[in-house]
Nanobody, 114 residues
Framework: VQLQAYGGGLVQPGGSLRLSCAAS????????MGWYRQAPGEQRELVAA???????KYGDSVKGRATISRDNAKNTIYLQMNSLKPEDTAIYYC?????????WGQGTLVTVSS
């Protein structure tokens, strides 16, 4: 399984960004895909996750500002984040969980700064 992330970069406070992550390889129909992030000196935390059936959950720090969606036909997830804050600055990692195994993408840096 490989996960390829797209998006990220420098965003101004109050701005928006859209991340996407495409999974390839042996992907089972039942899985959970999501985004986690890790800021310097901090633990990795959940941003948002979505199961193949469509149910989703969000980390407390992004609730109301983030929307996760997925295209099962493309094995791709999308994360839309609005009202970005400097504390959203982190490396964002894509994750796929299936058949009791967890896979991680290489991470994409998001910097929120003026």
């Amino acid at each position: 399984v490989q996960l390829q992330a797209y998006g990220g970069g420098l965003v101004q406070p109050g701005g928006s960004l859209r991340l996407s992550c495409a999974a390839s390889g042996t992907i089972f129909s039942i899985n959970t895909m999501g985004w986690y992030r890790q800021a310097p000196g901090e633990q990795r935390e959940l941003v948002a996750a979505i199961i193949s059936g469509g149910s989703s959950k969000y980390g407390d720090s992004v609730k109301g500002r983030a929307t996760i969606s997925r295209d099962n036909a493309k094995n791709t997830i999308y994360l839309q984040m609005n009202s970005l804050k400097p504390e959203d600055t982190a490396i964002y990692y894509c994750n796929l969980f299936q058949q009791v195994r967890s896979y991680w993408g290489q991470g994409t840096l998001v910097t929120v700064s003026s």
